[in-house]
């Protein structure tokens, strides 16, 4: 295994706590599991409502939870299918980087480079007061964007590649923003999956 490749990056935002790991999966365990999810999950397209206007949301998603709680955000409300043994082995995988426990998660498929994830916080009152949000990204590499609410000087951007696992903790969901935007680029399809914890 190359150590420097699968080394953490541990970002100092004020607060935030950002851990970046970038293989967090190999290359060819990330490309297994994107097919397996791409084939297997139960995609849904949904229409979101904002500002009283309704739009198809620009990414297909899934939601899979070990109770049955729902998760409701943009005007949507979402019921789980249980854990698939995939998705159960990626969540043990996950709880014992991040060194806690989930519930639920949220699969996002972005079908090229025009499907995106507008700014927002995972801040639904469901997860509770600093929750702990873990990413892991599977196919084509996409930025993720980040930025502070009120200190406009705290903007960033990171590449989630392939097989990485991206933590969110602390204080970030109130403070600061997020989103994957759209590109240009001739760019294939990528599997996002934030597991969460539901009250
Ligand atoms: O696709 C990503 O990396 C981010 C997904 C996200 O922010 C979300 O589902 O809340
Ligand atoms: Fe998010």
Known sequence: MNL???QKVVLNLPQADLVYIPNFYNPDTAQQLFHELQNNIAWQHDTITVFGKTYPQPRLTALYATNNKSYSYSNITMHPKPFTPTLKAIKTAVENEAQTNFTTVLLNLYRSGSDSNGWHADNEKEL?????IASVSLGAPRVFHFKHKDIK????KLVLESGSLLVMSGEMQHYWLH??????KNIGARINLTFRHIL
């Open 128 to 132: 509770g007061i600093n929750p702990v």
């Open 179 to 184: 989103q994957i935007p759209k590109t240009k």
């Open 153 to 156: 000087t705290e903007k960033h």
């Open 4 to 6: 420097f490749q699968s």
